[in-house]
């Protein structure tokens, strides 16, 4: 008897399937929330403390704190201590960029549909 799973969008779908895209899916999510996509692209400039951050994006110390320890927790950004503080960087900013670089053509190519995708809801096509 073959396992079924409802993914994100509702889709009923074999369970080893769901797993094997689980972990993409989780990576999609970390960087589809605007605010984790704008540190990671200030983290291009290089590494920052939580309060160059949160001088930057204009955003309490408490939210940006929160949205790097979700990019830590998925790999995407490190830490280290220096004194009482701590720097952040991207933890592999050559694959980021392709990342980024295959996303920008992607949009190229596809224009508005993605803000227009009726199949995403209202807060997924905010985000």
Same mark, same amino acid.
């Given at each position: 008897?073959?396992?079924?799973? @409802?993914? +994100?969008?509702? *889709?009923?779908? &074999? %369970?080893?399937?769901?797993?094997? !895209?689980? &972990?993409?899916?989780? %990576?999609?999510?970390?960087?589809?929330?605007?605010?984790? *996509?704008? /540190? !990671?692209? #200030?983290?291009?400039?290089?590494? #920052?403390? !939580?309060?160059?951050?949160?001088? @930057? %994006?204009?955003?309490?110390?408490?939210? =940006?704190?929160? #949205?790097?320890?979700?990019?830590?927790?998925?790999?995407? !950004?490190?830490?280290?201590?220096?004194?009482?503080? +701590?720097?952040?960087?991207? +933890?592999? &900013?050559?694959? *980021? =960029? +392709? *990342?980024?670089? /295959?996303?920008?053509?992607?949009?190229?190519?596809?224009?508005?549909?993605?803000?227009?995708?009726? #199949? %995403?809801? &209202?807060?997924?096509?905010?985000?």
């Amino acid at each position: 008897m073959n396992q079924r799973s @409802h993914d +994100s969008a509702g *889709l009923d779908v &074999p %369970l080893d399937e769901a797993a094997a !895209v689980a &972990p993409a899916a989780a %990576l999609y999510r970390a960087l589809g929330e605007p605010t984790r *996509l704008l /540190i !990671v692209q #200030h983290l291009f400039s290089g590494e #920052h403390r !939580v309060r160059e951050l949160t001088e @930057h %994006l204009g955003l309490a110390q408490s939210t =940006v704190s929160a #949205h790097l320890a979700c990019l830590r927790e998925c790999g995407l !950004v490190t830490s280290r201590a220096e004194g009482r503080a +701590s720097l952040f960087s991207l +933890s592999d &900013p050559e694959r *980021l =960029v +392709s *990342l980024f670089a /295959i996303t920008e053509g992607l949009l190229e190519a596809t224009g508005s549909a993605v803000t227009l995708c009726t #199949h %995403l809801g &209202p807060q997924e096509r905010a985000r």
